[in-house]
């Protein structure tokens, strides 16, 4: 405890460089709060990024984010839209008719229905219309057949707009054949509440926290804790801002999945938190009349092999996730190394040592 003002530092400079990142550069969300449609697609060979986003930009789905995704073989295509605006509508449906009347000429069929999503067609036969449900897929159009009784000759086309990007792509780029690791669609309104109840469900996680550490031990201990959770995620917020774009292959977006990282470390943290705090509570009932650093110390020295021991078979793990879980993982895997880390260091001094500060300022006694 006697080096914690340089530890102060240490944390002040890295929360204000932290925040300055979001302040300036933003917190980049994922799909799952911004809405829209997201495609991941992975190449058989390495793709020319510049290429593919000059041929995406032209299909007419307005501004469109493409990026590498976890290699040079992997392509993260996102836009706002959620369906095919109506003036490139009638370019989707011309190109199916054009797929269909190339490979089956003077082929008998009937538009049953049209709409902003689908098309559905009716054939003459069955084998008929399972062969063209087959050679739209193959260029990239969802189609399946029908499953009503009455119309077993019908296949369904679907319009969206991960159908129009496979087309193109399959179009544009025959020599470079790829396959769809993930399809995502998210509504705007499901996108803000999805953001908002991320956030309430960390601030009452916090509180709960706080009453529950109030009651076991001391307000000041409740409060040096919750302060270090918050130390804990705006450090881990601020990492992921800093980084964002720097490290290739990394997504490092704030999705629900990194959420759901940010509330296991402040779990992860507390549990560290509190058996440090028990450990002090035990030296203070044990040496009521040595100084409250000193026992903070003892109960600190007590419990750091312990500490460093379980901190350490907990990263391997996830160092494992982040090397081996995909991209679809890594960000909550890397949300967890970050967070371990520094929940480790704010357990002895940030936590620790607030309860110490406030006990010097005020000149309390702790007691129990």
């Not at 340089?6 to 932290?18: A, E, R």
């Not at 590498?68 to 839209?81: K, P």
């Not at 559905?120 to 219309?129: P, R």
């Not at 201990?221 to 801002?241: M, N, P, Q, S």
């Amino acid at each position: 405890m006697g080096k914690r003002t340089y530890f102060y530092f240490v944390s002040g400079f890295i929360l204000l460089i932290g925040l300055l990142s979001i302040l300036i550069k933003g917190l980049e969300f994922g799909i799952d709060f911004k809405g829209g449609s997201e495609v991941a697609i992975q190449f058989e060979k390495p793709v020319d990024i510049s290429y593919l986003r000059n041929v995406v930009n032209k299909i007419g789905l307005g501004e469109v984010e493409v990026k590498t995704f976890g290699g040079s073989t992997g392509v993260l295509i996102r836009t706002t839209l959620q369906e095919i605006p109506k003036n490139v509508l009638p370019v989707v449906k011309s190109r199916i008719e054009k797929i269909i009347n190339d490979n089956f000429p003077n082929i008998e069929k009937q538009e049953l229905e049209s709409t902003s999503n689908s098309i559905t067609y009716s054939f003459s036969n069955d084998s008929t219309a399972e062969a063209v449900a087959n050679k739209l897929f193959e260029n990239g159009f969802t189609s399946t057949k029908t499953s009503e009784e009455i119309s077993k000759t019908g296949i369904v086309v679907k319009l969206g707009i991960s159908d129009w990007i496979k087309d193109n792509l399959s179009e544009k780029i025959k020599e470079n054949k790829f396959n769809v690791l993930k399809e995502d669609k998210v509504g705007p309104k499901v996108g803000g509440e999805l953001k908002r109840d991320a956030v309430i469900a960390i601030i009452l996680s916090l509180i709960v926290i706080m009453i529950y550490l109030a009651f076991r031990f001391k307000f000041a201990f409740a409060l040096g804790a919750v302060i270090a959770l918050f130390h804990d995620v705006l450090i881990t917020l601020g990492v992921f801002v800093v980084l964002y774009g720097v490290i290739p292959g990394f997504n490092l977006e704030i999705s629900i999945s990194v959420v759901a990282a940010f509330l296991t470390l402040v779990g992860y943290s507390i549990n560290d938190t509190v058996i440090v705090f028990d450990r002090v509570r035990e030296q203070i009932k044990i040496h009521k009349t040595i100084p409250l650093e000193e026992n903070m110390n003892l109960a600190i020295n007590k419990t750091l092999s312990r500490t460093l021991i379980t901190v350490f078979t907990t990263l391997l793990t996830i160092i494992v996730l982040l090397i081996f879980g995909g991209d679809v993982l890594r960000g909550f895997a890397f949300a967890l190394l970050i967070g371990m880390i520094t929940g480790t260091y704010s357990s002895v001094f940030v936590a620790s040592a607030f309860v110490l500060e406030y006990a010097n300022r005020t000149n309390s006694k702790v007691t129990f």
